[in-house]
């Protein structure tokens, strides 16, 4: 592999299990045929693969559903009016108990 600073990969190729240990390949397909195949190997437990996984699925739930609320024509968003509510009746009296307690 070459002495980039970033790794940007394309596919995962393979996913193993051997006892506890996940291995997994991933791979950075060449633009030009001049280019060489990159690939990276990372090695985890099953557990902290478990993890990240979880964290990824989550993080992809969150785009999606950003991407979607961009999709939406501003037509569908719904504005909210507020109408004022003519009164039904008018009070005629009001009587107020005042204590005479000097």
Do not use: H
Not at 23 to 29: A, C, G, P, W
Not at 77 to 95: D, N, Q
């Amino acid at each position: 592999m070459n002495n980039k600073s970033n790794f940007y990969y394309d596919v995962v190729k393979g996913i193993y299990l051997n006892d506890n240990i996940i291995k997994f390949n991933l791979v950075s397909i060449p633009m030009s045929q001049a280019e060489v195949e990159e690939k990276i190997t990372l090695v985890s437990s099953l557990s902290r693969f478990e993890a990240m996984v979880n964290f990824l699925s989550a993080e992809l739930q969150k785009m999606k559903s950003i991407q979607n609320t961009k999709d939406e024509p501003s037509i569908n968003k719904k504005k909210i009016e507020y109408k004022k509510v003519p009164a039904k009746g008018k009070i005629l009296a009001s009587i107020e108990k005042i204590d005479n307690q000097s």
